[in-house]
Every structure is written in structure tokens, then in C-alpha cells.
């Protein structure tokens, strides 16, 4: 499976061109904001490239009315993108200043209702919230969390970095209880690290 541009369907870009990245991307580095690359957003973390979020976002195969879990809000760019698809959006980020900065902008934009976000271990994904029709997860561990499978929903699908240095895009899709599971491009995310709580 190749994933140029061409992979992108309509759905997924007039979602993505709905939402004004620049938004998202602090002030010093908004002038960087129309580049297909990612962007620092503090705390030493990124709003990912958007061509990545655009193959997260057709892998997860989102319609309208789906739950969704993110793992990763960061600027909370990819949560108003699957908002924009239609889906209910249930975000964790682990760093609280993150967090607060991404409750703040989807508000203001209007996606208040439709984004759900906590601070805590994403990891450990969102249970009280499951099962999930999927679930995509924008830092990488260096495996495969157990908890997050477990909260799909027949037929849902986790998309997933996983790797140290070198990282693959996974996809994993349940049927009913078995899992089909496939590495399909290398990709390079901040890793999903591991906290106490
Ligand atoms: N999806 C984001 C980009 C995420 S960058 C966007 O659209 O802007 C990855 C994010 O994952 C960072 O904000 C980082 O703090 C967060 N993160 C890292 N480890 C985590 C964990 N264990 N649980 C939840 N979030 C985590």
C-alpha cells in the first residue's frame, strides 16, 4: 500500500481544510504553519506533519456519529480533524500545559462539544469511555500497550506508531476477538512515555 497524497480521500481533506492549523501552532512559529511538516508546539513536543495526520486520519476510517480515542492531544489539531469527520473525540494528553492550551483553542473554534479531553496516561487509553470504533494513538511506545485493543469495538480500528528509532505506522483491526495486525510505513513520533500515574 503506498501513502502519497493521492491515498488521501475527499472526506478527509475538506475535514482537514475546515480546520485553521495555524490556530494550533504558537505564535513563533505560525509563519511555518502552511508546511507539510511537523511544528514545535512546547514542552518539547510537535503538531505532527500534515500529510501524517491526513493517513492517521483514512487509516482510522472515521464517519460521522463514531467514537474516537486519541492518544496524544498535544495541540489538539488531530482531535478537531476527527471532530470534523463527524466523530465524538476523546482525547488524553499527558503534560497538563499541553492539555489546558488545546482545551482553550478547540473551544474558542467550537469544538467544545464535540472533544472530550483528560490528563492522565494514555497508555492505559480511556476505559470508562470504551469500546471505541478506534483509536489513534500520535506518540510511540516501543510496544504495543495491552489495554488499547481491548477497547475497540468490533471491527474498530488502532492506528499506532510503535517503535524507538526506528517506528512503524501499525493498523490493527478487531474481529470480534482476534486482531489482524499490519506495519505499514516507517514514521518518526515523539515517544508515548511512560508515567506513575
Ligand atoms: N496529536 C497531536 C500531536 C501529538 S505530539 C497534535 O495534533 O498536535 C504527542 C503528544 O503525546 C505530546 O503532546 C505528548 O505530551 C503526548 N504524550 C506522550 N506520552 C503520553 C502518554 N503516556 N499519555 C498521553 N499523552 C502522551
Do not use: C
Request: charged share 25%; hydrophobic share 40%.
Amino acid at each position: 500500500m503506498a501513502h502519497d497524497d493521492t491515498d488521501i480521500s475527499p472526506s478527509v481533506r475538506n475535514a482537514m481544510a475546515r480546520v485553521p492549523r495555524a490556530e494550533f501552532i504558537p505564535q513563533r512559529y505560525r509563519w511555518e504553519a502552511d508546511a507539510d511538516r511537523p511544528v514545535p508546539i512546547g514542552e518539547g513536543q510537535t503538531i505532527s506533519q500534515p500529510r501524517i495526520v491526513a493517513t492517521m486520519t483514512e487509516l482510522a476510517g472515521v464517519g460521522p456519529g463514531d467514537r474516537v480515542l486519541e492518544i496524544g492531544t498535544g495541540s489538539g489539531y488531530q482531535a478537531a480533524v476527527l471532530a470534523e469527520m463527524g466523530a465524538e473525540v476523546y482525547s488524553v494528553e499527558v503534560l497538563p500545559s499541553l492539555a489546558a492550551r488545546a482545551r482553550d483553542v478547540l473551544e474558542r473554534l467550537g469544538y467544545g462539544d464535540r472533544v472530550h479531553l483528560r490528563v492522565g496516561d494514555g497508555r492505559k487509553g480511556w476505559p470508562e469511555q470504551a469500546p471505541f470504533d478506534a483509536i489513534v494513538v500520535t506518540a510511540a511506545p516501543e510496544r504495543l500497550p495491552d489495554e488499547l485493543p481491548e477497547q475497540l469495538a468490533d471491527g474498530g480500528r488502532l492506528v499506532i506508531p510503535i517503535g524507538e528509532l526506528d517506528q512503524m505506522l501499525e493498523l490493527i483491526v478487531r474481529k470480534g476477538d482476534t486482531f489482524q495486525r499490519r506495519a505499514l510505513l516507517p514514521v518518526r513520533f515523539v515517544p508515548l512515555v511512560a508515567t506513575r500515574s
